[in-house]
């Protein structure tokens, strides 16, 4: 079975920073795409922003520019630096990955159980 667990979500002031960190435990398996969604309240879930394995990255308008998505493939993370955060980034973060199991030729998905992340003065 696989986990992905996040942590580093927060309180902050607009203009700031925050730093999420997701790790993927298991074993059995390999990771095609990790990234990051959000959903603020009364909004339909966003995809952030992702990461290939080979170090490819999408990001949403919104955030490009602010925002920097890495990865470790050998320790199986992804993080995300917020810079300039605004308001408007206020919402749940959620984790995510496409994952291979061994012995199967199809991705799956997995998401984290979410951190708040919260943009006030």
């Known amino acids: 079975q696989v986990q992905l667990v996040e942590s580093g979500g927060g309180l902050v002031q607009p203009g700031g920073s925050l730093r999420l960190s997701c790790a993927a435990s298991?074993?059995?398996?390999?990771?095609?795409?990790m990234g990051w969604y959000r959903q603020a309240p009364g909004n339909q879930r966003e995809l952030v922003a992702e990461?290939?394995?080979?170090?490819?990255?999408n990001y949403v308008d919104s955030v490009k520019g602010r925002f920097t998505i890495s990865r470790d493939n050998a320790q199986n993370t992804v993080d995300l630096q917020m810079n300039s955060l605004e308001p408007e980034d206020t919402a749940v973060y959620y984790c995510?990955?496409?994952?291979?199991?061994?012995?199967?030729?199809?991705?799956?998905?997995?998401w984290g159980q979410g951190t708040q992340v919260t943009v006030s003065s």
């Open positions: 298991g074993s059995g398996f390999s990771i095609n795409v």
């Open positions: 990461i290939t394995s080979g170090g490819s990255t």
């Open positions: 995510y990955a496409k994952i291979r199991m061994n012995g199967v030729s199809y991705l799956l998905s997995f």
